[in-house]
């Protein structure tokens, strides 16, 4: 005996599946290039933190910071035209003032290696929790409980992001996620209860 | 539950099949089937009044209350 054959997906069905399907990849990807990145940066920081330096002020940036100290009035004047160039250059010096710090003071490595591996784990168990939606809209599994339970974690990953971070946005961003996934929840829960209803 | 869903003796004593009363009710039998078995919750009166049509019984000839049997938790009737 033949299975009857099962019914054609609509189009909106097929739209999530491939939309779950990009983004499960663009996921795998950045998950990859993430643990990678994450895995060079703790080593530099631990081992030669110098090179960090020189990776924000390359001898370009340098000579613009030197021409800068010269000539004030010049970039005041740039920043008007392009900001985005002089906020690049103020961002790069900054960070080659931290990375330096470690250079100076090799005791302070640990500690900026630990806060760095703690965040690294948070964003890249953030994107493994988005990866894993997207595999579910893949699979075509949209209002599921495990969808709302991961849909809860990524919120709660965001507001602890959020609070080490102390940016007021991502804490509110993750307390909305939190709130949708607990919505989510409940709403299964009264299908649930629906469904036994005849 | 302490309400029991005689369906079944209701169903043996008119020898009609589950599958009969699906299709004269208009109801799924995976529905019946959940009702038979004692699994549902709640029935409608609408339900109630097609099956009693269907049977030709009056509603306490299906439903049955079994006082031994002890009360629902209070959260899990709220809807």
């Known amino acids: 005996m033949s299975n009857p054959p099962s019914p054609a997906p609509s189009d909106l069905e097929r739209s999530i599946r491939r939309t779950g399907k990009v983004g499960r990849f663009l996921c795998t990807t950045l998950l990859v290039l993430g643990v990678l990145f994450s895995g060079w940066l703790l080593l530099t920081v631990a081992t030669n933190p110098a090179a960090l330096v020189k990776i924000n002020l390359d001898e370009k940036r340098t000579a613009q910071i030197a021409e800068f100290k010269q000539a004030p009035a010049k970039f005041i004047a740039l920043f008007e035209t392009k900001p985005t160039e002089v906020l690049a250059l103020a961002n790069a010096q900054k960070e080659a003032n931290q990375y330096q710090d470690l250079v100076d003071h090799p005791e302070k490595r640990g500690g900026t290696v630990a806060v760095i591996a703690l965040l690294a784990v948070l964003i890249l168990g953030f994107i493994w929790l988005v990866r894993q939606l997207f595999a579910a809209f893949a699979e075509g599994q949209v209002i599921t409980a495990d969808n709302a339970r991961t849909l809860k974690r990524v919120g709660l990953i965001t507001v602890v992001c959020g609070v080490l971070g102390l940016n007021l946005g991502i804490v509110i961003a993750g307390l909305l996620n939190l709130v949708l996934g607990w919505s989510l929840q409940q709403a299964l829960a009264l299908k649930a209860e629906q469904d036994l209803v005849i | 539950m302490a309400i029991v869903i005689r369906l079944d003796v209701a169903l043996a004593r008119r020898k009609m099949s589950l599958t009969e009363l699906s299709e ?7 529905n019946l089937s959940v009702l038979k ?3 549902a919750k709640a029935i409608r009166f ?7 049509r269907a049977l030709d019984c009056q509603p306490g000839e299906l439903l049955e209350f079994d006082a031994a049997t002890p009360p629902l938790p ?5 809807a």
């Open chain 2, 24 to 30: 004269t009710v208009g109801i799924t039998l995976a």
């Open chain 2, 37 to 39: 078995t004692g699994k």
């Open chain 2, 74 to 78: 209070a959260d899990s009737t709220e």
């Open chain 2, 46 to 52: 609408s339900t109630l009044e097609a099956i009693c």
